[in-house]
Every structure is written in C-alpha cells, then in structure tokens.
C-alpha cells in the first residue's frame, strides 16, 4: 500500500517538475551514448560506424523517452492534456465552424437559462421569511372557481373560528400609490395591513415598533412603518425619525418604526400603514388579502378539515357571511405564483423547442466538419490511433464546445433574464423591482452546465461514431480515390440538411404556438 502511496505522490510531483526530469533523463541518454560510442571507438571502429553502433544498441530512443515519461505519470492524464492541446489548435484551425458552433450552442442555452433562471427566482427559491411553508392564505372557493379576496366578516370569522392557524392578518391585494410631500413630493409604493402583519412574515426591525391593536382599530391614529430602503434614501438615515410626523396624501402620519434592510414583501411596499377595520361591519367587499401561519405540529390538510368543519357548523347556524363559499388555507407561497405558474412553464417549453433547433444545427455543423476531418481520422487510425483515442479526441472537442457555449450561455441567458425583467416588472411576484432580481446559484448554474454538456456530448459524439462505423480503411480508400466527398457522404449531407429544415420548421411552428399562448 505504502508502495502506490508514494508512486501516486511522485506522479503527482511529476506534474509540476516534468521538465526537469525529461532533462535530466535527456543528459542521461546522452552520456550512456557517449559511453557506447567510446566503447566501440576502442574496438577499432570509425567514429561513424561507433556512433551509428551505439545507437543501434541503445533501441528505440523515443520509445524509451515516451516509455520513461508514460511510467513516471498518470498515463490518462497525459494523454487528456494532449487531448485538449490537440482540440484547441483544430478549434483555432476552424475559426468560423468555432465561432458558428460556440453561438449556437450558447443561443440555445441562454434561452433556456434565462427563462429557468425566472422560473427558479419565483418557483423554486423558498420565501424570505421564517419557516415558509407554514405560511398559509385563506381562499373562498364556490362553484364558480376560487378567489383569495375576503370581506370583513370573513376576516372576523376566521379570527374566531380558525383554531389551527395564528397570527391572523390582512394586507392589500396591490401597491397603492400615496404622495408624500414631506420635502421634495413623490410618489411612495404602499399597502394597508393589520397589527400582526410584521409578526407573521417576520419582520426585523431597526427602529421602532410595529403596529399594536389600539392603532389597528377602526379610531386608531394615523401611524406608518417605513422601508429599510426609503429610510435610507428619502430620510438620509435619519436615527431620529421615530416620532416625527410625514404628510402622505395630505395627511399627517406619525413614524413608528423602520423595518430590516433584508425584509421584502409582496407586493413590494415602502411603507405600512394600518387598515383601521371596523370589525363589526358587514361590507361583502372582497378586497383584501389574509394569510396566517400553521401552528406548530397542524399540517395544512388539517388547517383546512377544521376550517371546513366550523364554517358547516356556522353554515348550519345561519351565521355565515359568505354561505356560497367554502373557505381553505394553501401554502402562500403556491398562492403568490398560481397566477404566472402555467405561463412560465409553458414558456420553458418553448424555449426547450429553440435549443432542440439549436442542437440541429449543431449536429449539422459537426456532421459537416465530420465529412471533411474523415481523411485525418482515417490516416490517424491506419498509422496506429486505436477507435477509442479517437473517440476521446472527439469527446474533448465537444466538452471544450460544450465549456464555451456554456460560458457565453450563462452570459446571454443573464442578459434575457434581465431584458425579462425590464420589459414586465410587475408581472413577476418576488422579482419586480431590479434589485430583488435574480443572479446565479448553483441550480441556474448546474441547469446550463448540465444543458451544455447533454447537447455538446450527444451530437458531438453521433458525428464521431457514424465515423468509426464505416472502418477507417473504407474511408481512406473512398477519399484516396474520389479527392473529394463521396457519394456516401453526398447523400448523408443532403439527408441532413433536410431533416433539418423539416425539424427546424416543426419546432418553430411549436415554439411560436407556445410563446404566443403565454403572451395571452
């Protein structure tokens, strides 16, 4: 064991002073040629015949320096350097079917990176907010569909009824555009909630207090939480601003608190004011938003059999307010992307139709670039290249394909998210304003790296393997004969180009159907 220990240590040591061995293995062949050469110079032969004698009996030099170099490093990994050494001077020797390749390979996946990179910022990514999943919001449902809008006696019902959830709180559907004209006017994103809103999504603080019940009443004063963001921008940080008055549609607020830089909501606000409910009204205006978290240890489908059971108990009792809904709880989150959650998938279904045409043209590029390279693999292979170090050529050719196209992929695939960005900003829950958006993790990443080397290896390697199957010998007899493309190749080429045109056409009708579907 301690034997292979210290080969592997050498070989690994072999990587970073190869040159100096391979002198001081040069300097030793040269004396033992030296030493031959004196010995047979004393024996009686001309320096000529002494010097041709010593190399005779030495052998094969360059076996024996290709020998020595093989024994003292990982034969693998020599052999992969010279692989990509190999590929990079024939990617350099093809400049247009380099550039032509990288750009279609990168289109496709860019494409697809931009769209999934939309898809894992509001599908995948968990909520900012502690423990996500057991955030719930109340929906009616009826014969006529589902709404998340509720009235004021609904929001009482649950409050008294809703045993299984806590933290009870409604905030508005939207952003509302209010004045403030303290200092400079503009206009301010805010949302009306109710006192235990910053409890339930967890909202930290770094001034103040939030909301308590006597200022959510339906007398309450007129107070306001602000931003992390607009505290900073607006009121230059002002660590006094707790207790001063601000006039938000010439009316007078007084601030009681600033939120943590990392809190974020949606719909995104810069400030919070309270909804001042009158509970006992009886208004049917379904205009709101409530939402509550699970208690701990009740999942989401007992949430809702106790919800069902009380609202039928309340049903039965004629004191329902909404006795044409069934009322349940789902996830917030599923809540916050029902809406955009077809669309996007759809969406990446179309873009996946964009990379399979981006493939065939890949494939058709590599497949012509076959065609001309096949004297050269042939000639390599008659003067000893075995199938399976071709091959390993060819797959290192498409995984340095596939690297750069991944590169300048995740590069184009920044920008479309980015231009997906700017062209809808509020269509997009989580992401709507640019400095919430997206950027790179490991998902986005392993999905264009994962994308790139699947297309970069299957039609990198069909190409190769069509190669092999017709047998090195038929392909250097047929180009020894013709000097040009065979018949063979002719009819491959043509079969190609049109099984590309047909796909392409296929795929973007496909595409567009898709795209257009999401548009409306």
Same mark, same amino acid.
């Given at each position: 064991?301690?034997?292979?220990?210290?080969?592997?240590?050498?070989?690994?040591?072999?990587?970073?002073?190869?040159?100096?061995?391979?002198?001081?293995?040069?300097? !030793?062949?040269?004396?033992?040629?030296?030493?031959?050469?004196?010995?047979?110079?004393?024996?009686?032969?001309?320096?000529?015949?002494?010097?041709?004698?010593?190399?005779?009996?030495?052998?094969?030099?360059? *076996?024996?320096?290709?020998?020595?170099?093989?024994?003292?490093?990982?034969?693998?990994?020599?052999?992969?350097?010279?692989?990509?050494?190999?590929?990079?001077?024939?990617?350099?020797?093809?400049?247009?079917?380099?550039?032509?390749?990288?750009?279609? *390979?990168?289109?496709?996946?860019?494409?697809?990176?931009?769209?999934?990179?939309?898809?894992?910022?509001?599908?995948?990514?968990?909520?900012?907010?502690?423990?996500?999943?057991?955030?719930?919001?109340?929906?009616?449902?009826?014969?006529?569909?589902?709404?998340?809008? +509720?009235?004021?006696?609904?929001?009482?019902?649950?409050?008294?009824?809703?045993?299984?959830?806590?933290?009870?709180? +409604?905030?508005?559907?939207?952003?509302? !555009?209010?004045?403030?004209?303290?200092?400079?006017?503009?206009?301010?994103?805010?949302?009306?909630?109710?006192?235990?809103?910053?409890?339930?999504?967890?909202?930290?603080?770094?001034?103040?207090?939030?909301?308590?019940?006597?200022?959510?009443?339906?007398?309450?004063?007129?107070?306001?939480?602000?931003? =992390?963001?607009?505290?900073?921008?607006?009121?230059?940080?002002?660590?006094?601003?707790?207790?001063?008055?601000? #006039?938000?549609?010439?009316?007078? =607020?007084?601030?009681?608190?600033?939120?943590?830089? #990392?809190?974020?909501?949606?719909?995104?606000?810069?400030?919070?004011?309270?909804?001042?409910?009158?509970?006992?009204?009886?208004?049917?205006?379904?205009?709101?938003?409530?939402?509550?978290?699970?208690?701990?240890?009740?999942?989401? +489908?007992?949430?809702?059999?106790?919800?069902?059971?009380?609202?039928?108990?309340?049903?039965?009792?004629?004191?329902?307010?909404?006795?044409?809904?069934?009322?349940?709880?789902?996830?917030?989150?599923? +809540?916050?992307?029902? =809406?955009?959650?077809? #669309?996007?998938?759809?969406?990446?279904?179309?873009?996946?139709?964009?990379?399979?045409?981006?493939?065939?043209?890949?494939?058709?590029?590599?497949?012509?670039?076959?065609?001309?390279?096949?004297?050269?693999?042939?000639?390599?292979?008659?003067?000893?290249?075995?199938?399976?170090?071709?091959?390993?050529?060819?797959?290192? !050719?498409?995984?340095?394909?596939?690297?750069?196209?991944?590169?300048?992929?995740?590069?184009?695939?920044?920008?479309?998210?980015?231009?997906?960005?700017?062209?809808?900003?509020?269509?997009?829950?989580?992401?709507?304003?640019?400095?919430?958006?997206?950027?790179?993790?490991?998902?986005?990443?392993?999905?264009?790296?994962?994308?790139?080397?699947?297309?970069? *290896?299957?039609?990198?390697?069909?190409?190769?393997?069509?190669?092999?199957? !017709?047998?090195?010998?038929?392909?250097?007899?047929?180009?020894?004969?013709?000097?040009?493309?065979?018949?063979?190749?002719?009819?491959?080429?043509?079969?190609?180009?049109?099984?590309?045109?047909?796909?392409?056409?296929?795929?973007?009708?496909?595409?567009?159907?898709?795209?257009?579907?999401?548009?409306?």
């Amino acid at each position: 064991m301690n034997r292979y220990i210290a080969q592997a240590v050498a070989k690994l040591r072999n990587l970073v002073t190869s040159r100096e061995v391979d002198a001081d293995f040069e300097r !030793e062949i040269r004396t033992h040629l030296a030493f031959l050469e004196e010995e047979f110079l004393r024996r009686g032969l001309a320096p000529a015949e002494a010097r041709r004698a010593a190399q005779l009996e030495c052998g094969n030099l360059e *076996l024996t320096r290709q020998s020595h170099r093989d024994g003292r490093a990982f034969l693998w990994l020599t052999q992969a350097g010279q692989d990509i050494r190999h590929a990079l001077r024939s990617m350099r020797r093809s400049k247009g079917f380099t550039v032509a390749a990288i750009l279609t *390979l990168a289109l496709g996946v860019g494409a697809n990176t931009a769209v999934f990179s939309v898809i894992d910022a509001v599908l995948l990514k968990p909520l900012n907010y502690p423990d996500p999943d057991r955030i719930v919001q109340f929906f009616l449902s009826s014969s006529g569909g589902t709404a998340k809008g +509720a009235s004021i006696p609904d929001l009482r019902f649950w409050q008294d009824h809703a045993n299984s959830v806590e933290e009870i709180s +409604a905030f508005d559907f939207g952003q509302s !555009e209010m004045g403030l004209t303290s200092g400079a006017p503009e206009q301010v994103h805010g949302i009306h909630v109710t006192s235990n809103y910053f409890r339930l999504f967890g909202a930290s603080l770094v001034l103040g207090r939030a909301f308590n019940e006597d200022e959510d009443s339906a007398q309450g004063p007129n107070v306001v939480v602000l931003s =992390y963001r607009l505290w900073k921008r607006r009121f230059g940080g002002d660590d006094q601003i707790i207790g001063k008055a601000i #006039s938000l549609d010439k009316e007078w =607020y007084t601030v009681i608190g600033v939120t943590g830089e #990392s809190f974020h909501t949606e719909p995104e606000a810069q400030l919070w004011i309270p909804f001042h409910f009158n509970l006992n009204s009886v208004d049917q205006l379904h205009s709101f938003g409530v939402a509550a978290r699970l208690k701990p240890g009740i999942t989401l +489908a007992q949430a809702n059999a106790q919800l069902n059971a009380a609202s039928e108990a309340a049903r039965r009792d004629f004191k329902l307010a909404d006795p044409d809904f069934q009322f349940q709880v789902r996830k917030f989150s599923d +809540a916050m992307v029902s =809406y955009v959650r077809s #669309s996007l998938l759809l969406l990446q279904g179309a873009v996946i139709l964009v990379l399979l045409i981006a493939c065939a043209n890949l494939a058709n590029l590599l497949l012509m670039r076959m065609t001309v390279r096949k004297r050269e693999f042939a000639i390599r292979g008659a003067i000893g290249a075995g199938r399976g170090r071709i091959l390993r050529q060819l797959i290192m !050719e498409s995984l340095l394909l596939c690297t750069f196209g991944c590169v300048v992929g995740v590069a184009f695939g920044l920008i479309g998210a980015r231009a997906l960005l700017i062209a809808g900003p509020n269509a997009l829950p989580y992401i709507g304003k640019p400095d919430l958006a997206f950027g790179l993790d490991w998902r986005v990443l392993g999905f264009a790296a994962g994308l790139s080397l699947l297309t970069a *290896l299957i039609f990198g390697l069909l190409p190769a393997l069509v190669v092999c199957r !017709e047998g090195f010998e038929n392909v250097l007899r047929e180009a020894g004969a013709r000097q040009g493309t065979g018949a063979r190749s002719k009819r491959a080429q043509s079969f190609v180009v049109v099984s590309e045109v047909a796909l392409s056409l296929v795929l973007l009708i496909g595409a567009t159907l898709l795209i257009r579907t999401f548009i409306s």
